[in-house]
């Protein structure tokens, strides 16, 4: 299980180290915006393809950080049901949603990405739009997205799999709720006054 555990912390140290990176392309994303909209306004004048790459860089955000969601435990869930379970009861759900739920659909889409993407690369898709991107760089991003959010569920699984056994501490026990710390912050100000 430790070199299980060894290879949990390095697919976790890509993960954040990916999902740090590609952050900033919501940065890039906005300039493009921006720029593309004073281009528009100041000259009457626009691109399909910078219209296009503001999505394609969403899109790579969107996709390719979903590990760095999953490891930081930020993932979609029904919190308020799943803090009133028992700890053991909400380790299970994790390994079972892991094993039976995240598991099979990125395998799912793996399988389905890579020739939806082989396709588009072989004829050179282009964009339907005047001017646009090629489209096979776009759809390549299924198929990466999902192999990136298999590995960092296998790793998921090992983590929970070793804090239910008691090998490691729970690395989401000291999380705070981003919800729960804001509602913290005002009744704190609340008191002050």
Do not use: Y
Not at 30 to 48: E, G, L, M, P, Y
Not at 146 to 151: G, Q
Not at 168 to 184: F, L, M, W
């Amino acid at each position: 299980m430790q070199s299980l555990l060894q290879m949990s912390r390095r697919i976790d140290a890509f993960t954040t180290w990916t999902g740090k990176r590609l952050a900033w392309l919501i940065l890039v994303a906005v300039v493009v915006s921006a720029s593309n909209a004073i281009v528009r306004k100041a000259f009457d004048t626009s691109s399909n393809s910078w219209l296009e790459l503001q999505w394609v860089l969403f899109s790579m955000v969107f996709l390719l950080c979903s590990p760095w969601t999953l490891l930081d435990n930020e993932h979609i869930r029904i919190d308020i049901v799943n803090n009133l379970l028992p700890k053991q009861v909400r380790n299970g759900i994790d390994v079972i949603g892991h094993l039976f739920f995240l598991m099979p659909l990125t395998v799912v889409m793996i399988i389905t990405g890579v020739p939806f993407f082989r396709r588009s690369f072989e004829i050179n898709e282009q964009s339907g739009n005047a001017g646009g991107l090629p489209q096979w760089p776009a759809k390549s991003l299924i198929m990466i997205a999902f192999a990136f959010l298999l590995v960092q569920g296998i790793s998921e699984l090992i983590k929970r799999i070793a804090v239910m056994r008691g090998m490691i501490p729970d690395p989401h026990a000291s999380q705070v709720n981003a919800i729960e710390a804001e509602v913290e912050h005002v009744l704190e100000a609340i008191e002050k006054h």
